[in-house]
Structures are given as C-alpha cells and as structure tokens.
C-alpha cells in the first residue's frame, strides 16, 4: 500500500541536542499526526495537524504542516534519554479511503554510545 | 478513561492453525481500524470499522483474514490456517469520529506462527 517516505530512518542523539524528521508525500494530504512507538507499545499520539501551516508544540516537541500539504516536520528540542523510541508520520489525504491513515515506515532515535 | 485494549498480548501458534485476537476500543468511540505491523516497518492497514457501516476491508492481505465487530464495541480479527509471514504484531486503535484523525492505539498482539 502507499507509504510515506520519512527521514531519516535513524539517528542517535546526545542528551541535549535538537532533533528534526520529516515526511513528504506525493499527493496533497489535509492531516497530518505524529506518533511515538516505546518497545512492545503501541504508538501515542503526539501532536495533530489540521491546517497548512499549522505550528504546533507539545512540551519540547514542535510540528508543522507543510504549506504544500505534500510534508510535515516533527523538532524535539534539548533531547533527553527517554526521547528514545520510533517516531511514526501519519496522514489522510484528500479523497482517500474512508478513514485509514497512511504511515510513513518511522524514524528510530537512539542514544550515541 | 480506559484506553484501548488488546488481548492476548502474545499469541504463539502452530503453521495452519486458527487464531482470534481481541480488541476493546476506547468506550464511545465509533471508529476502530486494525493495522499490521511486521518487524522494523511502519503500519499497514487492514480493516477499518465506522458505526453501522459496511467495514472498509481494503487493506486485508488475502481471504484467510476476516473480523467483525459487535455491537459498534468490541471487535475480533480472525486469521485462519495462519502460514509464517503472518507473524507480526497486530495493532487497534479507535478514534471518536470518522475520517481518521486522532486514532488512540492499544498495545498490540504480537503473533508468532512455528
């Protein structure tokens, strides 16, 4: 089935750095949601998008709705350990099937050794 | 409230056998879909469940998969004769409107066919 393609597919982070990810779309979409997958979890609602160029923030989590409607970007700002996890993109776009969101194949954060 | 939850948490069966997993959405909430997730990848729809209406069976890998939900609540995701490549975790979630947004997801059910 479609796909989002997300980016980066991984990462590792210091304790206090900034963190950015991104997903695009080949089609123009009217949502946008952001997801954290934790292991042996299922993923929790970060932060949902409405409009282009929606900016919404969650504590230290920041996301966009692309002006295009074709992308949307998740910044964690001053990461700390337990921003480990897989970060999902999700989205509905126009026209679509009844209800189901299309997921981009997720970023995964982990600590730098 | 509760969330939404799942059951069992961990299946293991045999090659060719049934299975039934089990979720509980959030109370009140009409919407429920089930989603796929194999090892390392994103989530792939399945089946997508709104009120009184015919369920949205697009995203069902082959006939072997099925469910239903009873009373607009409580919903089961049959696979039968399971093969190898059913293997995976198998997620819920609902959401209080139609369209999608803001889908609440349970724990997941992960599936282990010998």
């Known amino acids: 089935g479609q796909q989002l393609n997300q980016s980066p597919q991984s990462m590792f982070i210091q304790e206090g750095e900034d963190v950015s990810m991104n997903c695009t779309s080949s089609?123009?979409?009217?949502?946008w949601l952001w997801y954290k997958q934790d292991p042996g979890e299922g993923p929790v609602l970060l932060i949902a998008l409405y409009k282009a160029g929606e900016l919404t923030s969650n504590g230290r989590l920041t996301a966009q709705f692309g002006i295009t409607r074709k992308d949307s970007f998740l910044n964690i700002s001053a990461s700390i350990p337990s921003d480990v996890g897989i970060y999902f993109c999700a989205g509905r776009n126009y026209g679509g099937s009844q209800g189901n969101l299309i997921f981009g194949k997720g970023t995964k954060l982990s600590v730098k050794p | 409230g509760a969330g939404v939850s799942q059951s069992p948490s961990n299946k293991v069966t045999e090659k060719g056998k049934d299975v039934e997993l089990r979720c509980d959405p959030i109370s009140g909430h009409t919407a429920l879909y089930w989603y796929r997730q194999s090892l390392g990848q994103g989530l792939e729809f399945l089946i997508y469940?709104?009120?009184?209406?015919?369920?949205?069976k697009s995203g069902l890998p082959s006939d072997r998969f099925s469910a239903e939900r009873t009373g607009g609540s409580v919903s089961t995701l049959t696979i039968q004769r399971t093969q190898q490549e059913d293997s995976a975790v198998y997620l819920c979630a609902s959401s209080s409107t139609s369209g999608g947004s803001e889908q609440y997801f349970g724990p997941g059910t992960r599936l282990t066919v010998t």
């Open positions: 469940f709104q009120g009184n209406s015919a369920p949205d």
């Open positions: 089609s123009i979409f009217n949502t």
